[in-house]
């Protein structure tokens, strides 16, 4: 782990896809300080899909803080706004900084080990609006990041996502593109992500 700032910011290309990556976003001591305090203060919760018929355990666990009354829907979960911690405040200032966006909303995802991950998918609900920006922002464990785009699954295009480093997707990418973070049979540690949205109100 460097903690060193990269020179360049990266641009991965593909036809509508609009994502940059800055690596060490968050220098190395104050990724350490967030990941322990994120695990301890935020209230992880299981979550559960309903699968033909069967509840199966979303294979991740999660928190959804926001503003007051920013309630949030997706695949059938409800999740009523958790409050901002100190440190959550921090980071949404330092992601809105780079993204040079304001966010009212995080979803906090906790992977526990290499059997957690999240499917293909893209961030489309439309309490974000159709070209939202997001911020993800990676603490912990390194693990992988896909995208594809959605009228072509073949066009993948694969980054390793480490401690410190934030993945910024605007534009059409959500309409254009999905994206997963595979599970993986190496041995990995826990990885927190932190992905800054803005639900706009009705
Ligand atoms: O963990 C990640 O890097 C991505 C999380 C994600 O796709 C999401 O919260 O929608």
């Not at 690596?23 to 033909?52: G, H, I, K, P, T």
């Not at 409050?83 to 330092?94: C, F, G, S, Y």
């Not at 906090?108 to 961030?123: K, M, P, S």
């Given at each position: ?64 803080v926001a ?21 959550l405040?921090?980071l949404r200032d330092l992601v809105s900084?780079?993204a040079?966006a304001t966010f009212n909303s995080v979803l906090c ?24 920006v997001i911020g993800s922002l ?28 934030l993945?910024i ?25 932190l992905t800054f949205r803005t639900?706009?109100?009705?």
């Amino acid at each position: 782990m460097t903690g060193q700032p990269a020179l360049f910011d990266e641009h991965p290309k593909g036809p509508g896809l609009d994502v940059t990556l800055i690596r060490n976003a968050v220098d190395s001591d104050a990724a350490d300080a967030a990941l322990v305090a994120l695990r301890e203060r935020v209230a992880w919760r299981q979550d559960y899909l309903r699968m033909f018929g069967e509840l199966i355990a979303v294979p991740r666990l999660e928190s959804w803080v926001a503003d007051e009354g920013l309630d949030y829907t997706y695949s059938g979960i409800h999740h009523d706004p958790g409050p901002w911690t100190e440190e959550l405040i921090a980071l949404r200032d330092l992601v809105s900084e780079h993204a040079g966006a304001t966010f009212n909303s995080v979803l906090c995802n906790l992977y526990r080990d290499g059997n957690d991950g999240v499917d293909w998918h893209a961030d489309d609900e439309s309490e974000f609006g159709p070209m939202p920006v997001i911020g993800s922002l990676s603490l912990g464990a390194s693990r992988r990041f896909d995208l594809r785009r959605v009228e072509a699954h073949a066009e993948k295009i694969e980054l390793d996502l480490h401690h410190g480093d934030l993945v910024i997707m605007r534009g059409t990418t959500q309409a254009l593109w999905q994206h997963r973070v595979p599970k993986t049979k190496k041995p990995v540690g826990e990885r927190i992500n932190l992905t800054f949205r803005t639900v706009k109100k009705s």
